[in-house]
């Protein structure tokens, strides 16, 4: 009698609201929002969030439902937030209560640290590289002759050419 709710989830701190194979990941301190959503040929109605963790049993949140919807907002994601979460519609029609879950959607706290070595430090760390390896190649460049250059230095130095040597030696 009614679909299945659809469940998603969203993160707004650091922008990344990362998918998972298992589910979601979201970075410890972000507010994130968990929402529920149907498509129903009936008004009102609300949903439930159910959420399971290994450390708890099962815990509810009810929102009514607005334009077939509702946003479960936490505003800073810690350790017990992971879990499994799912929306339950219930609505009353022609006086019957009816209600469909959705899916499990699994989400995993997890601490920011790494992304930010991996997002900022190693950029940070090639950039250096490369910009040390430019001046490091342009300061060498001017200081090593190669072998031609060590002749022509040499002919130089004494001050008369290679060919009037020669010329010079026959008189």
Not at 141 to 150: A, F, K, L, T, V
Not at 155 to 162: H, I
């Amino acid at each position: 009698m009614l679909f299945q709710p659809n469940i998603s989830v969203s993160s707004s701190m650091y922008g990344v609201s990362g998918a998972q194979q298992q589910g979601f990941q979201v970075f410890r301190g972000s507010t994130f929002t968990i929402s529920c959503s149907i498509q129903s040929q009936f008004p009102g109605g609300s949903f439930q969030l159910t959420f399971t963790s290994i450390n708890s049993a099962n815990n509810y949140y009810s929102l009514p439902a607005v334009n077939h919807s509702a946003h479960f907002l936490f505003p800073a994601a810690e350790p017990a937030h992971q879990g499994s979460y799912s929306c339950v519609y219930h609505v009353s029609a022609f006086s019957l209560n009816c209600s469909s879950e959705s899916r499990l959607l699994s989400v995993t706290v997890t601490d920011p640290e790494p992304f930010i070595i991996r997002a900022v430090v190693l950029p940070l760390t090639q950039l250096l590289v490369t910009v040390g390896l430019y001046f490091y190649c342009k300061a060498t460049r001017g200081r090593r002759p190669s072998r031609q250059e060590d002749i022509e230095l040499d002919y130089d130095d004494l001050g008369v050419p290679a060919e009037e040597e020669g010329a010079q030696g026959a008189e």
